[in-house]
């Protein structure tokens, strides 16, 4: 895939957290607390979220109810919560590299613990929803089996005791702040995988930053390698966006000299929060012209410092002049590397262009190939 880096150091057991680690909780929280809120008169402002994060539901709910005056006790609030979270459980979705990571681990018989500041019974109700996870968890501890939830370090002491594993050999796999807090504090090696957006530079105490499950290299930690890289390419679960060619920066085809076809973000916030910033590759239909070749970036492109997440797929094509409000369907089928940030312009230039050369080679394999006669490409509904 890449040149080997030098090992950091070698673990025998990882220890996983579950909300905005494995599991995408954030979007499922949000829902539920602006509709609770609604009934107070209150308008839940999503960058709250931020507050929360890595909390356990009583530390959330005390959030809560404190900023924003709420006429009700921190346990009634919890009391009013749970069965509403209870009825969306079933509707989260695991976060993309979590099903491909567990059962790496669990297929490598590497020990696996869950270790989540969620009370126990929201953690099994969760995880019922997901195949094959509890059977994967040697140990699966809760906040509400410890005396302190993270970022006191005795959740993770706790797994590493049961797993019967030295806390120095284990290595912990965290989204949050008081996640990577507890994990150093329990003398563990952390990798972080921050699950708000432009949050990296916090996260100085862990060993590593990774955009996304997707970017764990196991044998950094001696682990067993990956072995599903294809390519430089990474064979993802298909998946489907399309809409009318809007406008983007106008920087392309100016700065880049290279015309990308921008998609219209709306209506896709849940698709794109579930998405990892990254640069990916597949297939593009336009409704008048025919399936190209085509790899994108999803993501803020640091260079460029963008506030919002866009979507930006360059189709591997020479075209007469542009498709603005054309339908444009994209069908997704590999993922190639995280978003990075650039030096200079022309670095950024030449690795969008070795992207492309990687694309165009990938998608003339059959696993990739045979997906340009996606139905949804030629403008049939799914």
């Given at each position: 895939m890449s040149i080997a880096k030098p090992l950091k150091?070698?673990?025998a057991a990882v220890i996983l957290d579950l909300d905005g680690t494995l599991i995408n909780t954030d979007g499922i929280l949000g829902d539920v607390l602006k509709a609770l809120l609604l009934k107070y008169g209150k308008q839940w402002d999503g960058r709250e979220a931020q507050k929360i994060v890595g909390k356990t539901p009583l530390e959330e709910a005390a959030i809560v109810v404190g900023d924003y005056e709420l006429p009700c006790s921190i346990d009634?609030?919890?009391t009013q919560i749970t069965p509403l979270l209870y009825d969306q459980f079933c509707n989260i979705k695991a976060l993309p590299g979590a099903n491909r990571l567990i059962k790496h681990l669990s297929g490598h018989n590497v020990p696996l613990a869950l270790a989540s500041n969620s009370p126990r019974a929201y953690i099994e109700s969760k995880i019922s929803y997901?195949?094959?996870w509890k059977e994967s968890f040697s140990v699966i501890i809760a906040g509400d089996e410890v005396r302190a939830g993270k970022p006191s370090p005795e959740i993770f002491l706790e797994a590493a005791k049961r797993l019967n594993i030295e806390p120095s050999r284990c290595l912990v796999i965290e989204d949050s702040l008081?996640?990577?807090?507890g994990g150093k504090a329990a003398g563990m090696e952390v990798v972080a995988v921050p699950?708000?957006?432009k949050q990296t530079h916090l996260y100085i105490a862990a060993d590593e930053v990774i955009n996304s499950l997707l970017d764990l290299q196991p044998e950094l930690w001696g682990l067993p390698p990956f072995d599903d890289w294809i390519d430089c390419t990474l064979?993802?679960?298909?998946?489907h966006i399309g809409g009318p060619v809007v406008k983007g920066f106008g920087r392309g085809s100016k700065v880049l000299g290279i015309p990308t076809a921008n998609l219209s973000t709306k209506g896709y916030s849940a698709l794109l929060s579930e998405h990892p910033s990254g640069v990916y590759f597949g297939w593009a239909g336009l409704s008048t012209r025919g399936v190209y070749k085509m790899v994108m970036s999803i993501g803020w492109n640091p260079y460029f410092n963008n506030t919002e997440k866009t979507?930006?797929?360059?189709?591997?094509h020479e075209f007469d002049g542009d498709f603005y409000g054309e339908e444009l369907r994209l069908v997704i089928v590999g993922y190639i590397?995280?978003?990075?940030n650039f030096t200079s312009l022309e670095s950024l230039i030449a690795k969008i262009h070795e992207d492309r050369r990687i694309a165009e080679r990938a998608l003339d394999i059959p696993l990739y190939l045979k997906y340009k006669d996606d139905p949804y490409l030629k403008g049939s509904s799914l």
């Open positions: 150091k070698a673990v009634e609030f919890v997901q195949q094959g008081p996640g990577v807090t699950s708000i957006p064979p993802l679960e298909i998946w979507i930006e797929p360059w189709l591997l590397r995280p978003e990075a």
